[in-house]
């Protein structure tokens, strides 16, 4: 496995982007002893929000897992930031959280957020496998579908 991180994304056919830069009052992550915190990326294209709407609504299950694949580039893109495109300095990563804007009724969470979980175990290989938590939300920032945040463990 290659030691860069956009390596590994550009071995999928995909292009690492650039880190987004927060929105509000906080900071893009947070190492603490040896774990990175990082915060609730959404889908991005060309730095506008991609995937506007609500699952069980006006967006399909296959269009959610394209929006959390494209959120967990986003993820990427601050991991590889973060960590200097060092991918040695990954143990693994830990957990994901995918949250997901759907209607009440709307039951296939799991689903879209594979989208996130395929592409990070995909890009990161055994260090990409994680546990996950997948939330239906009414809403989230600028309206997207799916947002995602991660922990990483790291090298001491």
Known sequence: MSTSIRQCVHALGLTLPSPS????????????????????????VEGKPAYVGRLGESL???????????AALGLLGQLSAAL??????????????VFIASNADFKQ???????ASNLLVNALGEKGRHVRTA??????PAGVAVEVDAIFELQP
């Open 84 to 97: 200097e495109d060092d991918l040695s300095r990954l143990v693994r990563t830990v957990r994901l959280g």
């Open 135 to 140: 939330v239906g939300v009414s809403s989230l």
């Open 60 to 70: 399909s299950d296959e269009e959610g897992a394209q929006a959390a694949e494209l």
């Open 21 to 44: 830069q927060p929105a509000a009052n906080y900071i893009n992550h947070v190492i603490s002893h040896n774990q990175l915190f990082i915060s609730g990326q959404i889908p991005m």
């Open 109 to 115: 969470q799991s689903g879209v957020a594979n989208g």
